[in-house]
C-alpha cells in the first residue's frame, strides 16, 4: 500500500484549492478504501467550499462528496470485505476527506456497486442528484400532493425530476432562468414550464400556480425567492428548501406564512436517509441501479485532470446547466 496520495486541498473557507502530497489516512474496521476513478462537482461542492454548511470542518479539507472508483482494501468487517475488489459508486464519510484525490476512506455502506455495463463516469454522479429525486418522488407520495414545483430545474436534477414525475402521473412546474433551458425540458416531455429571466415572469408564475395548485414546492435558490413562493403558493402549501444557490438569507413576510398555514421543512438527503431508515434506502438505491442509464442519467459537459479544479470550478459555476463536470483521477 501506498503511504501518501496526492489531493485537492482547501486551507480555509472560500479559498484557492491546491495539489498536495498528503498521508492516506488508516482504515478503521467497517472502512474502505478506494481508488477514485472519477469526482463529479455539485452545486452542494460548491456550497461547502464556500464554508456555508452549518457544520464547519477543521481546515485544512479535502473537498468532494461523491465519485467512483475501486475498492482496492478493506478495514474489516463483513460489508467492508465483501466490497473489496468492487468497482463501485461512492460518497464520503461525515468525518473523512473526500472524493476529490487519488484515494479515499469512506464507511462500507457509503459505497454502491455499480450495476454490469454502468461505466465509472456514469457512477461518479449516481448516488447524490438520483437519491435526491428519488426521494422527492416518494415525499410527494407520502405527502398525497399531485401537483409540486421545482426552481433551478435546467439542471440534472431537475431533468431527473421531470422524467420521474411523468413516470408516476404527478404534475410538476419546472422554473429556470433562460430560454435554451425551457427549450431543454420541453424536449424531454415538461409541460409546465416558468423563465425568470422573462420580465413578467412573476406574474406568469402567480397565474400558474392559482392554476395548478401545487402543495409541494422544491426550493434550491431561496434568498427573495422564498418570499415569492410563499406569496404564491396555495394556503396549506409545504415548502422544502435543499439547498441555497442564491448564498443570500432567505427573508419573508411571516404573516403570509402564518395566516396561509404554509410550511417550511428542509430536505439534506442524509437526515432524510436516517429518517426512512436503511431498508427504505437501500430500496431507493436499487431504484437508482434500474434507472441510472435513462430516466436518472448525467449528462457531462467535459472531463478534467484533478490537477485543474480551479478552472473546473469557474467553467461548472458559469455553465451548470450545461451538466457535470468530472474530475478525472486516473
Request: hydrophobic share 40%.
Given at each position: 500500500m501506498k503511504e501518501t496520495m496526492l489531493a485537492v486541498v482547501q486551507e480555509e473557507a472560500g479559498g484557492l484549492l491546491k495539489i498536495k502530497e498528503i498521508p492516506i489516512p488508516q482504515l478503521k474496521k467497517g472502512e474502505v478504501l478506494v481508488k477514485m476513478h472519477?469526482?463529479?462537482?455539485?452545486?452542494?461542492?460548491?456550497?461547502?467550499?464556500?464554508?456555508?454548511?452549518?457544520?464547519?470542518?477543521?481546515?485544512?479539507?479535502?473537498?468532494?462528496?461523491?465519485?467512483?472508483?475501486?475498492?482496492?482494501?478493506?478495514?474489516?468487517?463483513?460489508?467492508a470485505n465483501l466490497r473489496k475488489g468492487k468497482i463501485v459508486a461512492c460518497t464520503k464519510s461525515a468525518h473523512n476527506s473526500g472524493?476529490?484525490?487519488?484515494?479515499?476512506?469512506?464507511?462500507?455502506?457509503?459505497?454502491?456497486?455499480?450495476?454490469?455495463?454502468?461505466?465509472?463516469?456514469s457512477g461518479a454522479s449516481m448516488l447524490v442528484n438520483p437519491l435526491t429525486a428519488v426521494s422527492f418522488i416518494?415525499?410527494?407520495?407520502?405527502?398525497?400532493?399531485?401537483?409540486?414545483?421545482?426552481?433551478?430545474?435546467?439542471?440534472?436534477?431537475?431533468?431527473?425530476?421531470?422524467?420521474?414525475?411523468?413516470?408516476n402521473h404527478i404534475e410538476i412546474i419546472n422554473e429556470v432562468r433562460s430560454e435554451?433551458?425551457?427549450?431543454?425540458?420541453?424536449?424531454?416531455?415538461?409541460?409546465?414550464?416558468?423563465?425568470s429571466s422573462k420580465p413578467n415572469y412573476l406574474e406568469e408564475m402567480e397565474s400558474v400556480f392559482s392554476s395548478l395548485k401545487p402543495t409541494l414546492l422544491f426550493d434550491a435558490i431561496c434568498g427573495s425567492k422564498t418570499n415569492d413562493l410563499i406569496r404564491f403558493a396555495p394556503a396549506n402549501s409545504t415548502l422544502m428548501p435543499y439547498a441555497n444557490l442564491s448564498e443570500d438569507l432567505s427573508i419573508y413576510d411571516s404573516r403570509l406564512l402564518l395566516q396561509?398555514?404554509?410550511?417550511?421543512?428542509?430536505?439534506?438527503?442524509?437526515?432524510?436517509?436516517?429518517?426512512?431508515?436503511?431498508?427504505?434506502v437501500l430500496k431507493n438505491i436499487s431504484q437508482v441501479k434500474k434507472l441510472i442509464d435513462n430516466d436518472l442519467t448525467t449528462n457531462y459537459?467535459?472531463?478534467?485532470?484533478?490537477?485543474?479544479?480551479?478552472?473546473?470550478?469557474n467553467e461548472y459555476r458559469n455553465n451548470m446547466s450545461q451538466g457535470k463536470i468530472l474530475l478525472n483521477f486516473q
Open positions: 472519477y469526482a463529479s462537482i455539485n452545486p452542494s461542492d460548491l456550497s461547502f467550499l464556500q464554508g456555508s454548511y452549518a457544520e464547519k470542518p477543521e481546515y485544512p479539507i479535502v473537498p468532494g462528496i461523491e465519485g467512483s472508483g475501486e475498492v482496492v482494501a478493506s478495514g474489516g468487517g463483513f460489508l472524493t476529490w484525490a487519488e484515494y479515499l476512506i469512506t464507511s462500507a455502506s457509503n459505497v454502491v456497486p455499480l450495476p454490469k455495463g454502468i461505466e465509472s463516469k416518494h415525499l410527494a407520495k407520502r405527502g398525497n400532493h399531485k401537483v409540486v414545483y421545482n426552481n433551478a430545474a435546467g439542471g440534472a436534477l431537475g431533468k431527473m425530476l421531470v422524467r420521474l414525475c411523468t413516470k435554451s433551458q425551457a427549450k431543454d425540458l420541453k424536449n424531454i416531455g415538461a409541460k409546465h414550464i416558468i423563465d396561509k398555514n404554509i410550511k417550511i421543512s428542509g430536505f439534506f438527503l442524509s437526515n432524510y436517509n436516517k429518517e426512512v431508515g436503511i431498508l427504505k459537459q467535459k472531463v478534467v485532470s484533478f490537477k485543474n479544479v480551479n478552472e473546473a470550478i
